[in-house]
């Protein structure tokens, strides 16, 4: 049975850093596209980013620069390094998979076949 696994969420000051991961169990990391999504009760939710199956990466155009997605398929987990953080940021963040590579487009959280139960990420002073 495929079950995702987040962890590392918290609270933390504007410009601080924290770092999500995802622990996958019921299958091999190698051959899936693990991707964050981060979603706030009553709103769209939004791909904040993606590696493929051929390490492939995409971020969101607001966390280009300040966000870091890793992977290490050996711990069949996948990291997600948040810097600079920002108020905005604040959300409950999820790991999604599916098999082979990222689909990247608005609304593609449909597309995943697996998400864990979420992580809740505050960013205040």
């Known amino acids: 049975q495929v079950h995702l696994v987040e962890s590392g969420g918290g609270l933390a000051q504007p410009g601080g850093s924290l770092r999500l991961s995802c622990i996958a169990s019921?299958?091999?990391?190698?051959?899936?596209?693990i991707g964050w999504f981060r979603q706030a009760p009553g709103k769209e939710g939004e791909g904040v980013s993606c590696?493929?199956?051929?390490?492939?990466?995409y971020y969101a155009d607001s966390v280009k620069g300040r966000f870091t997605i890793s992977r290490d398929n050996a711990k069949n987990t996948v990291y997600l390094q948040m810097n600079s953080l920002k108020p905005e940021d604040t959300d409950v963040y999820y790991c999604?998979?599916?098999?082979?590579?990222?689909?990247?487009?608005?609304?593609?959280?449909?597309?995943?076949?697996?998400w864990g139960q979420g992580t809740q990420v505050t960013v205040s002073s």
């Open positions: 019921g299958f091999t990391l190698d051959y899936y596209a």
């Open positions: 590696i493929s199956n051929n390490n492939a990466t």
């Open positions: 999604v998979a599916r098999l082979g590579k990222c689909t990247w487009y608005r609304g593609a959280g449909d597309s995943y076949d697996w």
